[in-house]
């Protein structure tokens, strides 16, 4: 009789045991592997650069895209790389005397100038997630980490000098000449080094978010004479909305 009582509680315990043996192991996996499978996507959207350490610097608006890969790390943590070609644009004004008949005085004229850049950034991004935060379906992200760029093309717009007028921005560029460093051009960097900082929420492959990449590195190096750039020692800052398009790959 207590051999069958025995088996009847050995039956009825260790099927009860097992969904929460599983339970345990299932955290474990997820806790070396991560939580989700590795994921590929597109990312890309709008953006708002100025330069700072520099006065009177007029915000120009580009845009940017490329691709992303997700890669689970540890629990709710993953390894992010992406590829990204990149547009900023700043712009400032010049100012200088005309040539007039005495006795004057003579009225100053205004040119507004604009530099535009496009850059192939590499981001190495941690990301963190937090799945169910504002939803069963809703999942919240923050991404930060450093970022290294070359430049691809860059170049200057000039707009109608005017004079005795402030323009307010190059809207209807009159020239457009090449940034290239060669002589009696002004001289700009090649290459960009800096951090960036951002958060999104997913929805299933899609995510809306919005990101701040700050440049250490200056836009054109601080020197004298004719190749000089308005925007020596001014260091790139970028906001960026950002739309992306993942799929899991496993």
Known sequence: ??????????????????????ARLDRIRRAVVGEDAIEIGLIGGPNRTTATALDSIQAGYRASAGGYLSIPV??????RPE?????????????YQTPC?????????????AVSATWLEVPLLVEARFPHAFGRHLTPRLQAGPFVGVRLQCSIAAGEALIGVV?????DPQTNRACDGSVGTESYHNGVAGFVLG??????????????TRSLVP?????????SSRVAGGKLSTLSVTLEIGTRLN
């Open 1 to 22: 009789m207590r051999r069958i009582l025995l088996l009847v509680v050995i039956g009825i315990v260790v099927p009860a045991l097992l969904p929460a043996q599983r």
């Open 74 to 79: 540890m629990g709710r943590y993953r390894f």
């Open 83 to 95: 590829v990204l070609v990149t547009g900023t644009r700043v712009g400032y004004t010049l100012s």
């Open 101 to 113: 008949q005495p006795p004057g005085p003579c009225p100053p004229a205004y040119q507004a100038e």
């Open 167 to 171: 323009p307010n921005g190059v809207t």
């Open 199 to 212: 958060g999104s929420v997913g929805f299933r492959g899609l995510g809306l978010g919005a990101r701040w």
């Open 219 to 227: 836009l054109a190096p601080t020197q004298g004479g004719l190749n």
